[in-house]
């Protein structure tokens, strides 16, 4: 069975710190899909990144960087210098092995408070 | 860029009511999704649809129906309202593996 786990319920810091919001998937598919998503407090969903099964390159964008690891089956990811403004739920969610309709199955999310 | 609309954007029912949803996906895709999040819940998928015909189904009740129409809008019909109805509504749309979300629509069920 395919599940996500955010084992961080809620982090606060303060502007500037650096944080790093964990995830583990677990799946028994060869080939599937991880994501990250920021849900602001107005409600949205917010892509923040995908990647696949056979791409372990770590990936940096801007002060956002996520580290995938799949001898761990982890896909956590790191703010740098954060800010007010990135106070918000984020999920990590996977996808299996891709056909059109294949469901996301999202972890419970991390609520991040960033403090001036 | 066009982006997924989703109508009403917030809905208020009484209880035993009925609500039907709406999803327009971004052009060209051909893929919708519907998910449910309830207060301080992650986002739980209730169904999709791929060219018009039901791809995968999650744990959407009995009560609630779906369906994808010729021109690729979706509409997500809800019957007896629950108390436990009230949540954010989310419709996503694709074309390949990514998943566009749309606004969502507040229901609320009094």
């Known amino acids: 069975a395919q599940k996500v786990t955010q084992a961080q319920t809620e982090i606060s810091v303060v502007e500037k710190e650096d944080v790093t919001l964990d995830c583990v998937y677990e799946t028994r598919d060869t080939t599937y899909y991880l994501f990250w998503y920021k849900q602001p407090p107005s409600g949205e969903l917010v892509f923040l990144i995908r990647r696949n099964s056979f791409d372990e390159q770590n990936e940096i964008s801007g002060r956002y960087s996520w580290n995938f690891q799949k001898s761990t089956s982890s896909f956590n990811f790191t703010i740098t210098a954060s800010q007010v403004v990135d106070s918000a739920v984020y999920f990590c969610a996977l996808s299996e092995a891709y056909q059109a309709g294949t469901a996301l199955i999202f972890g419970k999310g991390t609520t991040l408070s960033v403090s001036s | 860029a066009a982006g997924v609309i989703q109508s009403p954007r917030h809905l208020i029912k009484e209880k035993r009511e009925t609500a039907t949803l709406k999803c327009y996906p971004i052009?060209?895709?051909?893929?919708v999704y519907w998910y449910q999040q309830g207060p301080g819940q992650d986002p739980q998928f209730l169904i999709s649809f791929y060219e018009k015909m039901q791809s995968d189904k999650g744990s959407i009740p009995d009560r609630f129906s779906a369906q994808q129409f010729s021109d690729y809008h979706s509409e997500l019909n809800m019957s007896s309202l629950e108390l436990g109805d009230s949540a954010l509504y989310f419709c996503a749309s694709s074309l390949g593996d990514e998943q566009f979300f749309g606004p969502g629509t507040r229901l609320t069920v009094l």
């Open positions: 052009p060209r895709h051909d893929t």
